[in-house]
């Protein structure tokens, strides 16, 4: 049987959080509890807050007297860190992505090797599908969803295709939309583009890019002054928002001063300057680890100058 889910850059990460005994935490991506047991496994004393939208992935959540588990997406964080009444956050893991269960799980739609139903909810109680996307959003919704979230180069081509299909049949399953699409995928490169495409279905369906963006924002109010941040990102796409954030204070990457003092604002202090990457052995042993990112930083201490 194989793993529900092999957590990518384990021993990298856990490291990088920096972990006390009787520190405070948050896995805002528990997905199989991977890097939560690890966390757990260090803390003597401390809490830790698994946060994640899948209930297939809640229903594997321990019972433990130091872990607290949230069934919602991360965005929510502040609100329950505050509910729970964690002060001083001393760390954050975010893996980002969609866990090795979800693309395993043909009835959800995430991977194209199945010829399933164009689901891609992450969290199954919200009422937005692939197949609606495909279905109902106009033409110039669906070019701008292709283009920023897939970063597909054809993108009027493939829209054109799907507008053409969609008005035969309505496209339901990954078998519809791929014999819809199929004239606009580039020989030899099959699988990279259709990536892509599903990529860019599920970032819209499940709003990953805004949910990231008000999580990240989040943590310079829930983090503790040099409290971790540890962030694995998948995509150019995340991993953009996440560098900005980090080396700016806000998603954009503009640099903004002080309206007092005219200072230059800053991000978080970088922990590893040069992004981590898996290593060979971690590929070979977990082709879904190649394209992970770690980036590793801490909330700045503030001194009076």
Do not use: W
């Amino acid at each position: 049987m194989s793993e529900y889910h092999i957590p990518v850059l384990l021993k990298e990460s856990i490291e990088g959080l920096n972990i006390q005994p009787e520190g405070v935490y948050l896995d805002l991506t528990y997905g199989g509890g991977g890097h939560s047991r690890a966390i757990l496994d260090r803390l003597e004393g401390g809490v830790l807050m698994g946060f994640d939208q899948d209930e297939d992935a809640v229903a594997h959540m321990p019972e433990d007297r130091r872990f607290i588990p949230v069934h919602h997406n991360f965005r929510y964080m502040r609100n329950f860190v505050r509910y729970y009444e964690l002060k001083g956050v001393d760390g954050i893991l975010a893996d980002l992505g969609v866990s090795s269960h979800e693309f395993d799980e043909a009835e959800r739609g995430f991977s194209f090797r199945f010829d399933a139903e164009l689901d891609m909810r992450m969290n199954r109680k919200s009422r937005l599908k692939a197949s609606d996307v495909l279905n109902t959003y106009s033409e110039e919704a669906l070019l701008a969803i292709f283009r920023n979230y897939g970063e597909i180069e054809n993108a009027g081509r493939l829209v054109g295709a799907i507008a053409k299909r969609r008005q035969e049949q309505s496209l339901l399953t990954s078998g519809d939309l791929y014999q819809g699409i199929q004239a606009c995928i580039p020989k030899m490169k099959e699988k990279k583009y259709l990536a892509k495409v599903y990529q860019a279905l599920r970032i819209e369906v499940n709003g990953e890019l805004e949910a990231l963006k008000e999580m990240l924002e989040q943590t310079k109010e829930v983090l503790r002054p040099g409290g971790r941040l540890v962030v694995i990102t998948y995509h150019s796409l995340e991993d953009r928002i996440v560098k900005n954030f980090l080396k700016t204070g806000n998603v954009e990457g503009k640099v903004e001063k002080d309206p007092i003092y005219g200072h230059e604002t800053k991000g978080f202090d970088l922990i590893n300057r040069k992004v981590i990457l898996p290593s060979a052995e971690e590929i070979q042993r977990n082709p879904r680890a190649r394209s992970a990112k770690l980036r590793i930083a801490a909330k700045p201490v503030e001194t009076d100058e």
